[in-house]
């Protein structure tokens, strides 16, 4: 395989792609190569999970940390943009949600996140994050956004209640609420450091041993807005099956509601399938 000046892999035969579908142009690759730009509004809420549910959740080479048990629930709104910037002007291609649960965890002392489970709304989002690594899922994912007239929405103010749920094939999977009572003076600790991915290519020829590698995410141009947090509600329904549950809250912290920003570059390996 070789590479063309567009930093587009060229393929054997004339065929081109970043992903596939692959073309005689390249042009009609579901993904277009990274970095890809995200700005989203957040609602997250801190939660305890069973030290050792964490630590079946985790590949080798990563361990649940000095805060066992630490994890999170993150609902989202995105816009994204690759590099040029086209999909801005298509509301339809460029918008999509999202909910995904965080585990904290450590790669050789680094503080990290793990993303067990993740669900999204649109088909380009779910196979960027396979392509990521990230195990993302169709879900309809709903939450309260930021009013600043009016009284059909929340204020980000004291007394603000931001709700946020998500679903699977019709049924309520989890739910949550945040009601603010001030800004705070840092991020959440999980919204900051890097998340850790397993590359899982399954052996669907039977020819080759089945590839597997732990990368870490890498990005730039990390912006965060003021964070509101306050008192937070989080549960499970039992509708996602034994291993869902095991992660589902033995413990509630604080809410969140904040914009974010970042550009994703790719990843890094952390430990390759031979290790």
Not at 58 to 74: H, I, N
Not at 127 to 142: A, E, T
Not at 212 to 227: C, G, I, P, R
């Amino acid at each position: 395989m070789s590479v063309t000046d567009e930093g587009m892999p060229a393929v054997v035969g004339g065929l081109r792609g970043y992903s596939l579908p692959l073309s005689p142009s390249g042009g009609s690759s579901m993904l277009t190569p990274p970095p890809w730009h995200f700005t989203g509004e957040v609602v997250m809420v801190d939660y305890r999970v069973e030290p050792e549910a964490v630590a079946a959740f985790l590949p080798p080479g990563l361990t649940p940390g000095r805060d066992a048990g630490a994890a999170a629930a993150v609902f989202a709104e995105w816009q994204w943009c690759s590099d040029s910037g086209e999909e801005l002007a298509d509301p339809c291609r460029n918008r999509f949600s999202e909910f995904l649960v965080l585990l904290a965890c450590e790669f050789e002392g680094e503080p990290m996140a793990r993303c067990p489970y993740a669900w999204v709304d649109q088909p380009v989002p779910m196979m960027r994050g396979w392509v990521q690594g990230m195990p993302k899922q169709f879900g309809v994912v709903h939450q309260s956004r930021p009013a600043t007239v009016g009284r059909a929405g929340p204020r980000l103010a004291p007394g603000g209640t931001f709700a946020a749920t998500m679903s699977v094939h019709g049924r309520r999977a989890v739910e949550a609420s945040v009601t603010l009572t001030g800004i705070s003076p840092e991020p959440p600790g999980l919204h900051m450091v890097p998340l850790a991915h397993t590359l899982h290519i399954p052996d669907w020829t039977s020819t080759r041993p089945r590839e597997t590698a732990l990368v870490a995410s890498e990005v730039s141009d990390v912006e965060f807005s003021q964070v509101w947090s306050g008192a937070a509600e989080f549960g499970f329904f039992d509708v996602l099956g034994a291993d869902f549950a095991r992660l589902a809250p033995v413990e509630v912290g604080a809410g969140h509601v904040f914009s974010y920003a970042e550009t994703l570059h790719g990843g890094r390996v952390l430990r390759g399938s031979e290790d």
